[in-house]
């Protein structure tokens, strides 16, 4: 008899993977019924790439009362994050706050920029040399656990299970921009991060307030998967910013106090057990306190974000990539397409990281839906984060060319059977 019946979904991941806990902790916050599966090799062979066509973890595999339903399995989290709400809104409130524009706006940002940008800290705090040093026994041995499928072993048949992936792992930071450089900027923007998400977190228990979003589910992932699991930048957190840990604890369903997930009540003025989430009206206002952090990552990130787009149409209009059979005039579209030059500030003056990273269609993708989803309709809305944020500048420059491409370039992406493809838009510039 099967483990799993047919109501159930199967999250297939690893503990060590950044987005198999964004969709995990979503889960088990909406209440959605799952098992989870380690992404063994045995996994990768029989279910993962017969079933996505690729070799990327976190996979969803629908229930299979919904096995008619096209695809059987979900690979990328932010579809599965509007697939889950889409079919499960008599579970909770609706990760994307509905009361709210500018802060649905801001919560589909803060979901792109952890997904695009804060892997830069969570893949430094994983495999940069100096770390890596301290803590490769770690994660040799948390990888081992996967690859083996959590069979019983001994720490030296675990940490040897994976040598020729870990020894490739550290060919993928300069993809991100991580070098000996710009490494002590990485790390000094971490510590100013961790500061300013302690003094937000003062004052509200989750990001947009005191409910939780798509905005804590999304920035969850690098911090609770790469940054508080791993023995080094855990260290730094822990005792440099609790406050941060307590919060990572309450979006994964710890018991803390203010818990979106149930379970834990307080003592009200009658001396009553209660339960404080469950009187928490909805976020109406961007808390004041989160745009210094907004500013920190929307500031550096926008402009290579308006510049990918840019170059995702020149990588087309130069006729390559792979045709995509299924579509006429469609190609599929490779993870990076090119290099771009990039700043990462540090939050300390004078000291700025400039590097190269990879130019990703998958984030212009992300941009693309994000502008259908919660912009078109409240432009006024998005426009006064932005402009809030970072400026009337960013606004009226790196902002209005994102928008620009989304809406009047040449192309649209869409993303087909787990990958990402790329035709020509309708001719006009007709809205998606």
Not at 55 to 66: E, G, K, V
Not at 112 to 139: H, P, S, T
Not at 361 to 382: C, F, I, N, S, T
Request: hydrophobic residues 40%.
């Amino acid at each position: 008899m099967s483990a799993v019946d047919e109501n159930t979904y199967v999250l297939v991941g690893s503990e060590l993977s950044y987005f198999a806990a964004k969709i995990r902790a979503y889960l088990q916050w909406k209440g959605i019924p799952f098992v989870q599966a380690l992404a063994s090799q045995r996994v990768y062979a029989e279910v993962i790439r017969p079933l996505t066509r690729t070799n990327f973890i976190p996979i969803l595999i629908l229930p299979r009362s919904q096995a008619r339903s096209v695809p059987k399995a979900i690979q990328d989290t932010r579809g599965m994050i509007r697939y889950l709400e889409e079919h499960h809104r008599d579970l909770k409130h609706s990760v994307i706050p509905v009361s709210s524009s500018a802060l649905a706006f801001t919560a589909a940002w803060v979901e792109l920029l952890a997904d695009q940008w804060l892997n830069i800290q969570g893949r430094f705090w994983m495999g940069q040399k100096d770390v890596l040093d301290q803590q490769r026994e770690w994660i040799m041995t948390e990888l081992g656990d996967t690859i083996l499928g959590g069979k019983k072993a001994t720490m030296a048949a675990k940490m040897g299970a994976d040598q020729q992936g870990w020894t490739n792992f550290p060919l993928v930071l300069p993809n991100l921009g991580i070098t000996d450089t710009t490494a002590p900027a990485i790390r000094q923007q971490f510590l100013h991060t961790l500061a300013l998400l302690s003094t937000h977190l003062a004052y509200h228990r989750f990001l947009l307030g005191d409910r939780i979003s798509l905005a804590d589910f999304a920035v969850y992932a690098p911090f609770y998967a790469h940054l508080s699991r791993n023995p080094v930048p855990g260290f730094i957190l822990k005792t440099q910013a609790p406050l941060v840990f307590e919060w990572i604890e309450r979006v994964g369903g710890m018991g803390r106090a203010g818990s979106a997930h149930g379970g834990v009540v307080t003592l009200d003025e009658k001396g009553e057990w209660v339960n404080e989430y469950a009187s928490v009206p909805e976020d109406t206002e961007l808390p004041e306190t989160l745009v210094p952090l907004l500013e920190l990552w929307l500031g550096d990130y926008l402009p290579l974000l308006a510049e990918s787009c840019e170059q995702v149409s020149r990588f087309l209009e130069g006729g390559k990539g792979k045709p995509f059979e299924a579509r006429k005039g469609w190609v599929e579209l490779p993870r990076a397409v090119g290099w771009q030059a990039f700043e990462l500030r540090s939050g300390t003056e004078g000291l700025v990281a400039r590097g190269k990273r990879a130019v990703i269609p998958h984030a212009v993708w992300m941009l693309q839906e994000l502008v259908k989803e919660v912009y078109d309709g409240r432009e006024a809305d998005g426009d006064g984060v932005i402009r809030r944020v970072a400026g009337g500048g960013m606004t009226e420059g790196p902002w209005r060319r994102c928008v620009e491409w989304v809406r009047n370039g040449k192309w649209r992406l869409e993303r087909v059977e787990n990958r990402l493809v790329a035709g020509p838009r309708i001719e006009g510039g007709t809205k998606l």
